[in-house]
Nanobody
Framework: VQLQASGGGLVQAGGSLRLSCAAS????????VGWYRQAPGEQRELVAG???????NYADSVRGRFTISRDNAKNTAYLQMNSLKPEDTAVYYC???????????WGQGTLVTVSS
């Protein structure tokens, strides 16, 4: 299983970005997907998740601004980020846990920088 995250970049506060996480196979339709982030000097934290049945959950800090989704036909998950704030600056990682085996896989991370 390989995950390829992309879409990060530099954006001004109030702007938007969409992150993508492409999987090497048909994984996301049957397993949960999560987006995490890690700011310098901070622990990695869960930003948003989507279960195999489509239920979503969000960190309080991003609820109402970020939307997680997936396109099973494209084996890709997304994180739409709106109304970005400087405190959203971090490296963002996608993650999936294979329900059948319990194995967890991570993408390589994509840097999001929000300027004030």
């Amino acid at each position: 299983v390989q995950l390829q995250a992309s879409g990060g970049g530099l954006v001004q506060a109030g702007g938007s970005l969409r992150l993508s996480c492409a999987a090497s196979g048909n994984i996301f339709s049957m397993n949960a997907v999560g987006w995490y982030r890690q700011a310098p000097g901070e622990q990695r934290e869960l930003v948003a998740g989507i279960g195999s049945g489509g239920r979503t959950n969000y960190a309080d800090s991003v609820r109402g601004r970020f939307t997680i989704s997936r396109d099973n036909a494209k084996n890709t998950a997304y994180l739409q980020m709106n109304s970005l704030k400087p405190e959203d600056t971090a490296v963002y990682y996608c993650n999936t846990k294979i329900a059948r085996t319990g194995a967890t896989y991570w993408g390589q991370g994509t840097l999001v920088t929000v300027s004030s």
